[in-house]
Structures are given as structure tokens and as C-alpha cells.
């Protein structure tokens, strides 16, 4: 689902170098846009994997960050590529995006009176010297349980569409998930927290 109650801290200084966004994700850019940056957005266009054969969260989020970073950088000159993966996990299986309405409702349901783990990878791949930063991050999230009524109307409101594990969490105040250990911004698509840090330093 969106954001909840740790705001970023603003940074003290941007870094000069062009920040090149490997993600079509209007939340990882609005993330950013809100912290002071003016990223160029160049989608990766890659094929995800499904998670099949991947026994470890942080070992598809880095995988999945690193292909998209991987697809952008050749393509630019000079700059700083930043790609990111978000995925949730529960029962050792990765929770994608759904693929339709109906596999939406499977995986709310499966979600809900329960915890589970969001996880996001990131990686800084700085052009021309190609030298990279790779991280995961992880937040636990509490669901819980919708009536059936709540669950339809959430569903007719389309905020599932290519969201990982069907949610958009709401920044204040949601409804139907709270968030149990980490960082609200690394449930909306960037762990704002650890990236300003790793910018300040890497760029």
C-alpha cells in the first residue's frame, strides 16, 4: 500500500551528478521528487523472474534490482543509475504483482490477520567507472483481516494494479496494514532512509 509516519530526513546536500531512475514506478520517482531530487526516468523493460527456485527474499531482490540496473546503465554516458526491486515474502514464497483481480483477492487473503516481510533491493551504478552499491532492506507488515465487503471495495478501486502483494500502503493512518519493524518508505518501492545516505557518500 503508500506511506505511513517516518518521513525521510532532508538532506543537507544533492548530489551534482545526473540520477537516472531504471523504474516506470511513479512512487520510487514521487519518493524522490519529495526528497529533493529531479531523477530522469529510463524504465528497464526487463522480464522479471516469477520467483520460482529462489528459497531467499534478498537473493530475488538483488537479483531482480541488479538485472535492472544492468539493462539502463550501458546506456548512459555518465551519471548515477538507481534500480530497485520490491517484492513481499511469506510462507519461504515470493508475493508478486497480481495478475488480475481474482489473484489480487488470492493474495490479500492470504495476507490478512498475518505478518509478513517487504522487501526491497537496491543498487547505485555509477557511469562511466561502472562501480556499484548493492543493498536490501526489509519491513515487517501486520494485515489485517478485511470483511468481505472491505476486500471488494478495495478491489474496485484498481490500487492493486501492479503493486507487489496487492497494496499501496497509505501513508498515514492505514486502514488495513501497520507496520510492525523497519521503514515505511521501503514499503512504498525506495528505503529513502538508506539510500539518502548511500547517495551522499557514493555519488
Known sequence: MGPSGNDPAPMAAKPARRLILASSSPDRRA???QAGYAPE???SH???PTGQGF????HYVLTVSWLKAAA???KIDAGLVLAADTVGWLDGQVIGKPTDVDDARRII???SGREHELWTGVVLWRRPDNVQMVWQECTRLFSRTLSKDELDAYLATDAWVGRSGAYAIQEENDPFLRISEGSLTNVIGLPMESLQRHL???A
Do not use: H, K, M, Y
Open 200 to 202: 551522499q557518500s557514493f
Open 31 to 33: 519518493l524522490l521528487e
Open 55 to 58: 528459497t531467499d527474499p534478498r
Open 41 to 43: 526516468v529510463i524504465p
Open 46 to 48: 526487463i522480464d522479471e
Open 72 to 74: 539502463v546503465a550501458p
Open 109 to 111: 487473503l492470504a495476507l
